[in-house]
């Protein structure tokens, strides 16, 4: 069965430090990976995604690894802000358009 | 360019009653999918349209539908309301290239 699990279920930090959220998967076969962040009550909002031959990527302070020989990837957030609080939801998608979802990491910034 | 709107952005429906969620997708968009989000379960994918056809669906009861029109807006019916339907219900447009834009969901209330 196609599963993504995630970790930490949450998280709290104090704000300026660094944080990594883990996902692992068994997504077969395998087309890309997400991370979503999603604000409470509202809806996710694409921060990275990435193929099968990418092993980084950013986008501002938030940096998405890959490695899809053990099926892990990570998402690292530097130098947190209170903005940062959100869930965070790892997504894998198999063939051409069916998603799995992790059940998020809650992340807490705190002053 | 206008994102994935959702409508209305909160509902209170009484046991035993139907409701319907309405979805406009991003111009040019002819995938649409729904997803339900729950404290317990994150979210879990509904069932996809694309060009008015269903092309994918999830494990939920008959009593979930939904169709899509020439325009690519979506609408998704729930008959029969159980206290467990009770969720955030989003949904998803999509233009190819396996993006995926969420809209800010529709918060269902069964009491």
């Known amino acids: 069965k196609n599963q993504v699990e995630q970790s930490p279920q949450s998280l709290i930090i104090l704000e300026g430090k660094n944080c990594t959220l883990q996902?692992?998967?068994?997504?077969?076969?395998?087309?890309?990976l997400r991370w979503y962040k999603q604000d409470t009550g509202r809806g996710p909002v694409s921060l990275t995604i990435?193929?099968?031959?990418?092993n980084t990527k950013s986008n501002g302070r938030y940096t998405a690894t890959l490695d899809a020989d053990t099926k892990q990837s990570s998402l690292h957030i530097t130098a947190s802000q209170l903005s940062d609080s959100a869930s965070y939801i790892c997504v894998v998608m198999e063939g051409y358009s069916t998603l799995t979802f992790g059940k998020g990491t809650m992340l807490l910034v705190s002053p | 360019k206008a994102g994935v709107t959702q409508t209305p952005r909160y509902l209170i429906k009484t046991r035993g009653q139907q409701v319907t969620l309405s979805c406009s997708p991003i111009?040019?968009?002819?995938?649409v999918s729904w997803y339900q989000q729950t404290p317990g379960q994150g979210l879990q994918f509904l069932f996809e349209?694309?060009?008015?056809?269903?092309?994918n669906k999830g494990n939920f009861p008959g009593r979930f539908s939904g169709r899509q029109f020439s325009n690519s807006r979506s609408e998704m019916n729930v008959s029969t309301l159980e206290l467990g339907d009770s969720a955030l219900y989003l949904c998803?447009?999509?233009?190819?290239?396996?993006?995926?834009?969420f809209g800010s969901g529709t918060r269902l209330t069964v009491v």
């Open positions: 996902c692992n998967y068994t997504v077969s076969p395998f087309s890309n």
């Open positions: 990435m193929t099968f031959s990418e």
């Open positions: 998803a447009s999509s233009g190819g290239r396996g993006g995926y834009t």
């Open positions: 111009s040019g968009h002819r995938s």
């Open positions: 349209y694309f060009s008015e056809t269903q092309r």
